[in-house]
T-cell receptor
Framework: KQEVTQIPAALSVPEGENLVLNCSFT??????LQWFRQDPGKGLTSLLL?????REQTSGRLNASLDKSSGRSTLYIAASQPGDSATYLC??????????????FGQGTILTVHP | NAGVMQNPRHLVRRRGQEARLRCSPM?????VYWYRQLPEEGLKFMVY????????ESGMPKERFSAEFPKEGPSILRIQQVVRGDSAAYFC????????????FGSGTQLSVL
């Protein structure tokens, strides 16, 4: 059974800092890994999707890496801003599953960026 | 193009009542997923449906819970005889196809059972 763990559970940083969020998963037989952002009272927004054959993906100030063999992913946020404050969720899609939309989520990292 | 619409946003029920949660997928999407987020827990997959078919309900509790996605109208997640432990945020996501990796999530329905 796939399990996804995110560390740290919460992180508070001053504006402008670069930061790293960590995600690990127990079963390396994944199809892809996604990072989502969840704002209070709102749904999830997909930030980055990394295929199992890829090593990293970048979008703006965000960079996500994937080491499938060791079961780890990191989300790097450069020059953090107060608007980045949210819960960040890591999720994996299992290979050979019924669909790629059946995801296993971590419990998230609550990020607070203070001015 | 409207996103995934869920209603109601908040639903309050007393123990023993029925809860009906609705999800209208994005236009052109025929695949719907339901996830549940219990307090202090991560999002957990419940069920995956296509129009008129349940494809995977491996995450659905065996009793009291059911889901449908009719040919016309929204997908419905139905919880009969609710208990306090059913209090959670229920999220719906849609995609255009089984092979699609991109999921679009709704804002969720917060169910509170008194």
């Amino acid at each position: 059974k796939q399990e996804v763990t995110q560390i740290p559970a919460a992180l508070s940083v001053p504006e402008g800092e670069n930061l790293v969020l960590n995600c690990s998963f127990t079963d390396s037989a994944i199809y892809n890994l996604q990072w989502f952002r969840q704002d209070p009272g709102k749904g999830l927004t997909s930030l980055l999707l990394i295929q199992s054959s890829q090593r990293e993906q970048t979008s703006g100030r965000l960079n996500a890496s994937l080491d499938k063999s060791s079961g780890r992913s990191t989300l790097y946020i450069a020059a953090s801003q107060p608007g980045d404050s949210a819960t960040y969720l890591c999720a994996v899609s299992g290979a050979g599953g019924t669909s790629y939309g059946k995801l296993t989520f971590g419990q998230g990292t609550i990020l607070t960026v203070h001015p | 193009n409207a996103g995934v619409m869920q209603n109601p946003r908040h639903l309050v029920r007393r123990r023993g009542q029925e809860a009906r949660l609705r999800c209208s997928p994005m236009k052109g999407h025929s695949h719907v997923y339901w996830y549940r987020q219990l307090p202090e827990e991560g999002l957990k997959f419940m069920v995956y449906l296509q129009k008129e078919n349940i494809i995977d309900e491996s995450g659905m509790p065996k009793e009291r819970f059911s889901a449908e996605f009719p040919k016309e109208g929204p997908s419905i997640l139905r919880i009969q005889q609710v208990v306090r432990g059913d209090s959670a945020a229920y999220f719906c996501a849609s995609s255009p196809g089984r092979q699609s990796e991109k999921l679009f999530f709704g804002s969720g329905t917060q169910l509170s059972v008194l």
